[in-house]
């Protein structure tokens, strides 16, 4: 994740690496007791995400127990909520003789301010992956109020679960959302809204949700989709729809908030990895029409004319000149409207 602070055992002194640990996690708010209980050397790793109010964590460790008693939560009185998405491995959690089993691809949560268990068991050779967040609980109530009631159930492959760990995953990888409380404010509100959404929000806040959180989390999908894909040759509005299981006309709706059509954010993606790919030295051997090739067209004088209408120039005459050293860009920091005519959106990207 693109985070701000990350702990990782194996850049401690081996001896000391799970006592330092254990300390960390004693400290501050929602603070549980951990032991230790794999056979292999504590291995622990988390990268830490601020969401506005929610502190997102991915984590990565080896058997281990997580105990919240009594005696913690009357020391920091904290009594939010945790969401916890198990990625791989099993992770159990005891609350009040009830447990709760996830194994593989799966999702539950707890109140802190209500003793707990948690044991985390690893596949064999492998660590423990899940995502995890921590909510303060004058957050979560206004948007589902029966939170306390129902963030302990067993929450298995749904639609806004996937959203959710998909969206989490993508902020991670996006260091600007660390970086500007804005961008960090309006993630968070979009991540409670998708768990109000799963946990069962009252009328309103559900129809909230729908329209911020899922929207969003449908928008950040749709732009990874394409951001995977652009340079695929047949690539069009009917692919993409059928790949995200949405409509042509919502994917419409959905990159018309970026201020692109769909035909000019995937010339766009395709004209930067053709940039890029001239850039290049260890791609200096391509011809331009391999490049227009690898990078989804399959005519070259519409590259050819894309090209020059976006860069002031050939790429002929870019490959030429002194653009060998220029860094790559980002094709998501531009989201201005491109002036490039569009690619067929009913299959290819050759011109009308």
């Excluded at 549980?32 to 291995?43: E, G, I, K, L, N």
């Excluded at 447990?99 to 799966?106: A, E, M």
């Amino acid at each position: 994740m693109g985070s701000q602070l990350v702990f990782c055992s194996n850049e401690l002194p081996e001896r000391d690496r799970f006592d330092l640990w254990r300390e960390t996690a004693s400290g501050g708010p929602g603070a549980v007791d951990v032991v230790h209980v794999d056979r292999r050397p504590f291995f622990g790793r988390v990268e830490w995400l601020p969401l506005g109010c929610i502190d997102a964590y991915k984590g990565s460790f080896s058997a281990a127990t997580f105990t919240r008693s009594r005696r913690w939560i009357e020391r920091d009185g904290f009594d939010g909520f945790s969401f916890h998405i198990n990625l791989s491995g099993r992770s159990e959690t005891l609350r009040h003789k009830e447990r709760t089993v996830l194994d593989g691809f799966s999702a539950t949560g707890f109140s802190y301010g209500k003793p707990f268990e948690a044991s985390l068991i690893p596949p064999a050779g492998r660590y423990c992956e899940s995502l995890n967040l921590v909510i303060p609980r004058e957050a979560m109530l206004p948007k589902a109020p029966n939170a306390e009631r129902c963030i302990g159930a067993l929450h298995a492959d749904q639609a806004p679960l996937r959203l959710l760990s998909q969206y989490l995953m993508l902020l991670g990888n996006t260091p600007p959302v660390a970086e500007d409380s804005r961008l960090s404010q309006l993630a968070g509100n979009h991540v409670l809204d998708l768990l109000a959404l799963l946990l069962g929000p009252t009328r309103e806040a559900e129809h909230e949700a729908r329209l911020c959180g899922l929207r969003a989390a449908r928008l950040a999908t749709l732009k990874k989709y394409l951001l995977d894909n652009h340079h695929q040759p047949h690539l069009s509005v009917t692919t993409a729809a059928q790949a995200l299981g949405i409509s042509e006309r919502y994917l419409h709706d959905l990159i018309a908030e970026t201020g692109e059509s769909f035909t000019e954010m995937v010339n766009r993606l395709r004209l930067e990895r053709a940039r890029r790919l001239l850039c290049d030295p260890d791609h200096r051997h391509l011809r331009i029409g391999e490049i227009a090739f690898a990078a989804g067209f399959n005519d070259l004088s519409y590259f050819n004319r894309l090209f020059r209408r976006r860069f002031g120039e050939t790429p002929g005459t870019f490959k030429a000149g002194e653009h060998m050293t220029g860094s790559a860009v980002d094709p998501f920091d531009r989201l201005q409207p491109s002036a490039t005519p569009g690619i067929i959106e009913g299959g290819g990207d050759r011109p009308p």
